[in-house]
Every structure is written in structure tokens, then in C-alpha cells.
């Protein structure tokens, strides 16, 4: 199975801040990676697929990027409704959909 | 709206058997791929189950293989994981996810999910 390393596990960041999360692949996926976020309690929910495209419905200050291997999510200015766990998912392989280890980001 | 609700599940001991169903509503369900994923606090986000559009290609976890089952019934916009030699470690929590491209761009929908508990 192809397996997803994000990185950092968790972070803490102010209102305002720009940060970025990192997702690599173990073997080659194109561009077939999406980026999700859950809350506490909640499903999660799809902010970027096809690894730059942004989902319909979610603020422009998400965005994605890489191809391949090597991707990262961005958030410029950070919102407080943006804290939670952010994970990428590769959709590669149908028969084998794997997900990262999630990012929690915390509001300082 | 697009919903996905599940339910059926619970409690159930080891080796036991539980069904889970999910129900859909507010698009067209035929058209998408379904998925059943899991969510433990040990293994993340584990996908177990797939189902293209038609059910006549289905995928399962390594894991999972030979003990579940995923079918779907597209007239009663419906979908079902039925998981039988139940382990501890099937415990988590059951999401129905339905995915793929439209003329929209892509959609992706999950349900609320639904607490499986393999214990003694």
C-alpha cells in the first residue's frame, strides 16, 4: 500500500499566520491527493482535491500544491475556525485508499 | 442537501457478526464510488471497503478481506458492510464515504459515522 508521511503531527499557530503542512508519498501518485480537515466529533471534510483544486465552498486562504510524491497544504492567515486535524488522503489506488497520520493545529 | 446517515452499529463480542447500513439521499447515488473507512485513535483513518458505482468491482483491506462484505443497492439508494469473525481491533469508528467526479468538479460526502465496539 502506498503510505502517506505528513509532517508536522501538530502545531500551534496565532490568528494571522501563514503556515504549511507537508504530505510525501512513498511511491509516485501524480496529482491524485486530497487534503481534508476534521474537528472534534465530526466527519471529515475535503478542502483541496486533485492536489491544488480547491473544493468548492472553502475559503481561498487554503491551498495546495506538489505533484508526484512531495505535497503541502498552506493556510494563509489563519482563521479560528481553522483549528482541528488536517490529514491527506491519495486516491491513487482505489483498491488501496490510504491516509496521512493528520496534523493537529491548535489556535494559540 | 446530501446526506449519508449510518446505522446498526454497537456492542458485539469477539467472533460475532454486526451490519452496518448506510443510507443516502440528495444525489445521485449510482453515479459515485462508496467507501466504508474507519477511525481508531491507534491507526488513524483506515479505508476497508470500496464499491464502484455499478457494485460489480469491490475492493477490501487486507485486513478485512474474507471476514466483510460491502454491497450497495442503487434503487434503495443504500449501502451495507456486513462484517462477520468480528476482532477487537475492528473497533472505531464507521464512516460511509461516497466520492468522484462530476460535471461540478468532485464530490466527496461522508456520514456522521457510527461507533463499532468488538469487546467482551
Known amino acids: 500500500d502506498i503510505q502517506l508521511t505528513q509532517s508536522p503531527s501538530s502545531l500551534s499557530a496565532s490568528i494571522g499566520d501563514s503556515l504549511t503542512i507537508t504530505c510525501r508519498a512513498s511511491q509516485m501518485i501524480d496529482f491524485y491527493l486530497n487534503w481534508y480537515l476534521q474537528k472534534p466529533g465530526e466527519a471529515p471534510k475535503l478542502l483541496i482535491y486533485a492536489a491544488s483544486r480547491l473544493q468548492s465552498g472553502v475559503p481561498s486562504r487554503f491551498s495546495g500544491g506538489g505533484s508526484g510524491t512531495d505535497f503541502s497544504l498552506t493556510i494563509s492567515g489563519l482563521q479560528a475556525d481553522d483549528f482541528g486535524v488536517y490529514f491527506c488522503?491519495?486516491?491513487?489506488?482505489?483498491?488501496?485508499?490510504?491516509f496521512g497520520g493528520g496534523t493537529k493545529v491548535e489556535i494559540k | 442537501e446530501v446526506k449519508l446517515v449510518e446505522s446498526g452499529g454497537g456492542l458485539v463480542q469477539p467472533g460475532g457478526s454486526l451490519r452496518l447500513s448506510c443510507a443516502a439521499s440528495g444525489f445521485p447515488f449510482s453515479k459515485y464510488e462508496m467507501n466504508w473507512i474507519r477511525q481508531t485513535p491507534g491507526k488513524g483513518l483506515q479505508w476497508v471497503a470500496y464499491s464502484s458505482p455499478t457494485g460489480g468491482t469491490i475492493y477490501y483491506a487486507d485486513s478485512v478481506k474474507g471476514r466483510f462484505s460491502i454491497s450497495r443497492d442503487n434503487d434503495k439508494q443504500s449501502l451495507s458492510l456486513q462484517m462477520n469473525s468480528l476482532r477487537p481491533e475492528d473497533a472505531g469508528v464507521y464512516y460511509c464515504?461516497?466520492?468522484?467526479?462530476?460535471?461540478?468538479?468532485?464530490?466527496?460526502?461522508w456520514g456522521q459515522g457510527i461507533r463499532v465496539t468488538v469487546s467482551s
Open positions: 464515504m461516497g466520492r468522484g467526479y462530476d460535471r461540478s468538479g468532485y464530490f466527496d460526502s
Open positions: 488522503q491519495q486516491i491513487h489506488t482505489i483498491s488501496a485508499l490510504t
